[in-house]
């Protein structure tokens, strides 16, 4: 495959899975980052003062 990775829909009558398209696959990756957009910022910024705290805390034990 190339690339690879590909965004996949099951036919109901065949039930053989077909690919979606550059076009559908893009807008449902769209809707998904919309969609999760707060949550993931919220751990991104939980993330940098985390790294922040722990490395102050590193700062600080040096001075020591």
């Given at each position: 495959?190339?690339?690879?990775?590909?965004?996949?829909?099951e036919d109901d009558?065949?039930?053989?899975?077909?690919?979606?398209?550059?076009?559908?696959?893009?807008?449902?990756?769209?809707?998904?980052?919309?969609?999760?957009?707060?949550?993931?910022?919220?751990?991104?910024?939980?993330?940098?003062?985390?790294?922040?705290?722990?490395?102050?805390?590193?700062?600080?034990?040096a001075q020591e």
């Amino acid at each position: 495959q190339s690339p690879p990775g590909r965004f996949l829909k099951e036919d109901d009558k065949t039930g053989l899975w077909n690919d979606v398209g550059d076009k559908k696959a893009r807008e449902k990756t769209s809707q998904a980052l919309r969609e999760r957009a707060p949550q993931i910022r919220r751990k991104l910024e939980e993330a940098s003062c985390c790294q922040g705290a722990l490395e102050g805390r590193r700062d600080g034990d040096a001075q020591e």
